[in-house]
C-alpha cells in the first residue's frame, strides 16, 4: 500500500494524503478521518528516510499572516497547503529541503536583510504573496536575487511569479455555466480585496457582459473559511437566482451545507459552483462543480523556476508562468 493508492481509494490528492497523515492542517476533519481510516484498513506503513543523509541546499518557503486571514498561517488553510504539500514533493525530488516560515508583515524586512545568498545551504526563496501588497513584494525582490513570488504575478512590477491565469478562470467558469443554459445566474465574491480575486471577477463579469447578462445577485463575504457563518445562512434565506457561482471553494461548500439545512435541494433549487477545486470539492455531497487548479504543475513551474535562479541561469530576465485552469462538471451544476 502506498500513498498513491491511498489517495485513489480515498478519492483525493497525493497532497492531501501527505497533510492528512502527517497530521498537518489543511484538509478538513472528515477528509482527514477517511484518509486515516483507510491507512489503518490497508496497513499502511510510511517508509522512514536516513537521518544521517547530507545536508539539502534549503528552499524558504514564505507566507505572510495578515489580518484578512481566517488563520494564523496561510498554509493552515486546505489550498495552501495543497499547493505546499505538493512543492514539498518537488523539492524531494529535486534534492532539495523545504523550510517552511511563517512572518507578520513587520518582519519582513528584518528576514530579507538576515539572508545571505552566497551560503552554499541556500538554493532560494519562494514567497506565497496572495495578500501582500506590493511594496511588501519589492522588500523580497529588490534585495534577493533568487526570489519567486507565488500566486501573485503583479504584472506591472518586474518580478519572477508563478501564478493562476484568474481572469481566464473567471471566464472559463461563466462560460460553464452559460453552456449548461443557465440566465438567472448570481455571484458570491470573496470579500478580502486580494488581486487573485479581482482578476477572477473580470473575466467572470467579462463572460456575462458578452452574453448581455448582468448577475441578478451580487454579494461579498469572507471567503478564507470553511466555517459556517451567519452570512451564508441569511444568504440561503434571501431571494434566491438559479445558479450561484463563489470566488472559492471555501464559500461554495459553505453555500451548500447551509442550503441543504434549510431545505433547499443542490443542484434542482440552487446549482452552485466553486473555484480551486480543493479536496473537500470532491468529497461534499453533491460533488462540487468548480474550476481546477493544477498546483502540482504550479509546484513544478514555481520550482524549475527557482532553479534557474539559484544556478544562475536566464536571471537577466524576468519570468511570469500563468496556469489555465479548467472546467470541472460534477454534480451541483
Known amino acids: 500500500m502506498k500513498m498513491d493508492d491511498i489517495a485513489r481509494l480515498a478519492n483525493v490528492s497525493k497532497a492531501a494524503v501527505s497533510i492528512a497523515l502527517n497530521n498537518r492542517p489543511g484538509v478538513s476533519d472528515e477528509t482527514r478521518q477517511r484518509i486515516l481510516e483507510i491507512a489503518k484498513q490497508n496497513n499502511y506503513v510510511p517508509s522512514r528516510r536516513s537521518r544521517k543523509s547530507a545536508a539539502k541546499p534549503v528552499i ?72 501582500l501588497s506590493k511594496s511588501d513584494v519589492l522588500t523580497f525582490t529588490r534585495t534577493l536575487k533568487k526570489v519567486l513570488i507565488l500566486d501573485a504575478d503583479f504584472r506591472d512590477l ?64 469572507p471567503s478564507m473559511s470553511l466555517d459556517h457563518s451567519e452570512t451564508d445562512t441569511e444568504l440561503i434565506r434571501s431571494q434566491l437566482p438559479s445558479v450561484l457561482f463563489c470566488d472559492n471553494d471555501y464559500i461554495a461548500i459553505r453555500i451548500i451545507r447551509a442550503a441543504q439545512q434549510n431545505g433547499i435541494r443542490i443542484p434542482q433549487d440552487l446549482a452552485v459552483m466553486g473555484f480551486d477545486d480543493i479536496a473537500e470539492s470532491r ?42 485552469p479548467t472546467f470541472i462538471n460534477r454534480q451541483t451544476l
Open 158 to 221: 518586474a518580478v519572477n511569479a508563478v501564478a493562476i491565469d484568474n481572469f481566464l478562470g473567471g471566464y472559463r467558469a461563466a462560460s460553464g455555466i452559460l453552456d449548461r443554459g443557465y440566465t438567472d445566474i448570481g455571484y458570491i465574491q470573496a470579500a478580502e480585496n486580494y488581486p487573485n480575486f479581482r482578476e477572477r471577477q473580470n473575466g467572470f463579469l467579462q463572460r456575462l457582459k458578452e452574453a448581455n447578462i448582468k448577475p441578478s445577485l451580487v454579494k461579498k463575504v
Open 283 to 324: 468529497v461534499v455531497t453533491p460533488e462540487l462543480t468548480t474550476i481546477h487548479v493544477p498546483v502540482h504543475t504550479i509546484a513544478t513551474l514555481a520550482i524549475n523556476r527557482l532553479t534557474e535562479l539559484s544556478e544562475g541561469h536566464y536571471i537577466q530576465y524576468t519570468v511570469k508562468s500563468l496556469v489555465e
Open 60 to 131: 524558504h518557503f514564505i507566507s505572510i499572516s495578515t489580518d484578512t486571514l481566517a488563520v494564523n498561517r496561510p498554509t493552515d488553510l486546505p489550498f495552501f497547503a495543497n499547493l505546499l504539500a505538493e512543492i514539498s514533493v518537488v523539492t524531494q525530488a529535486q534534492n532539495t529541503s523545504l523550510q517552511i516560515e511563517s512572518l507578520s508583515p513587520a518582519q519582513i524586512s528584518a528576514w530579507v536583510a538576515s539572508v545571505d545568498e552566497d551560503d552554499s545551504n541556500y538554493f532560494g526563496t519562494m514567497v506565497l504573496a496572495t495578500a
